[in-house]
């Protein structure tokens, strides 16, 4: 059977796994399906709802088994999928923030209440921006989400945005261009963890597959580790990005799969419960549900051999 993996570029750790060759050494019947060329799926509008692609995809024959941010998850269990949590990252909290113009008036979250923010709706910043906006009293409904995955730099840049969520290697265009103010850091409010994930007959049914899958990742994340410009290069070859931006983004994130934890649970139910007071989804969920004891011990025999 014909073992199909998700991959794109957001998720360093399978993005670089696809060009190394790793897992093909103990499953040789691999696919790699590059998110970006299946449907996106509808896109609904940031006000009304998150777009849920990644999560539909498993259980519409696109794929076995994929990795993201922290969203995509949640938004397939408030859709009725039965996934399962296989693994998380360490924290990523050097990955991005909001920010906004060194020149801007907006000096505190509280301030964004009526202004235009840009992020990626979807991913670990919608969360962030979430989180922050709660701290300040504020909900979804008080600011003006854009969604901006692919033109987020040149709106920032040309004033078309009060704010901006960004995350690197694009934050280094943004730097390098002209200066900017943190307004929401990310350390000390959200963990911002890469994490995988699959669907429940995958990861009971197939777990010998599964086993290879993370037993690969651990393997070629280490090898990130300790060779981040090769890395990089596999990422900057892609996108024709700048190689030192690259470099520099792997050098601060952290490698290696870990098992999903009580406080990631306790984080990610504190999403899914904004998500569903904001109407960003239709049903409460219990996060929970998607952990299953065996696949953390499986992850924290892994990690022990690294």
């Known amino acids: 059977m014909t073992l199909r993996v998700g991959y794109f570029p957001q998720n360093n750790s399978l993005w670089v796994l696809r060009h190394r060759g790793v897992l093909e050494r103990s499953v040789p019947d691999v696919e790699w399906v590059d998110l970006r060329s299946l449907p996106a799926g509808e896109r609904p509008k940031p006000t009304e709802g998150l777009p849920s692609a990644h999560g539909d995809h498993l259980f519409d024959g696109g794929y076995d088994f994929i990795g993201t941010g922290s969203t995509p998850p949640v938004t397939a269990q408030a859709k009725g999928h039965d996934v399962v949590y296989v693994a998380i990252?360490?924290?990523?909290?050097?990955?991005?923030?909001?920010?906004?113009?060194?020149?801007?008036?907006?000096?505190?979250?509280?301030?964004?209440?009526?202004?235009?923010?840009?992020?990626?709706?979807?991913?670990?910043?919608?969360?962030?921006?979430?989180?922050?906006?709660?701290?300040?009293?504020?909900?979804?409904?008080?600011?003006?989400?854009?969604?901006?995955?692919?033109?987020?730099?040149?709106?920032?840049?040309?004033?078309e945005v009060d704010a901006w969520v960004g995350s690197y290697p694009h934050l280094t265009e943004v730097e390098r261009r002209g200066p900017v103010r943190t307004?929401?850091?990310?350390?000390?409010?959200?963990?911002?963890?890469?994490?995988?994930?699959?669907?429940?007959?995958?990861?009971?049914?197939?777990?010998?597959?599964?086993?290879?899958?993370?037993?690969?990742?651990?393997?070629?994340?280490?090898?990130?580790?300790?060779?981040?410009?090769?890395?990089?290069?596999?990422?900057?070859?892609?996108?024709?990005?700048?190689?030192?931006?690259?470099?520099?983004?792997?050098?601060?994130?952290?490698?290696?799969?870990?098992?999903?934890?009580?406080?990631?649970?306790?984080?990610?139910?504190?999403?899914?419960?904004?998500?569903?007071?904001?109407?960003?989804?239709?049903?409460?969920?219990?996060?929970?549900?998607?952990v299953l004891p065996e696949i953390n011990a499986l992850i924290e025999e892994t990690a022990s051999d690294r």
């Open 89 to 159: 990252s360490g924290p990523r909290v050097e990955n991005g923030r909001l920010v906004v113009p060194a020149e801007s008036p907006i000096a505190t979250p509280a301030d964004l209440k009526g202004r235009r923010v840009a992020l990626g709706h979807g991913s670990w910043q919608t969360t962030l921006l979430l989180f922050a906006l709660e701290q300040a009293g504020l909900s979804w409904r008080d600011i003006e989400p854009v969604d901006a995955y692919g033109n987020a730099t040149e709106l920032f840049l040309n004033g």
């Open 183 to 290: 307004i929401i850091e990310t350390d000390g409010l959200f963990s911002h963890r890469s994490l995988w994930f699959t669907s429940r007959a995958f990861a009971t049914e197939r777990r010998g597959e599964l086993a290879a899958i993370v037993a690969a990742l651990q393997e070629s994340d280490a090898w990130i580790r300790q060779n981040p410009r090769d890395a990089a290069a596999l990422f900057a070859a892609d996108d024709g990005g700048d190689l030192d931006a690259w470099e520099h983004a792997l050098r601060t994130r952290p490698w290696g799969l870990r098992p999903v934890t009580g406080d990631f649970v306790t984080e990610q139910q504190r999403a899914a419960d904004l998500f569903h007071a904001n109407g960003l989804i239709e049903r409460r969920i219990q996060v929970a549900d998607a």
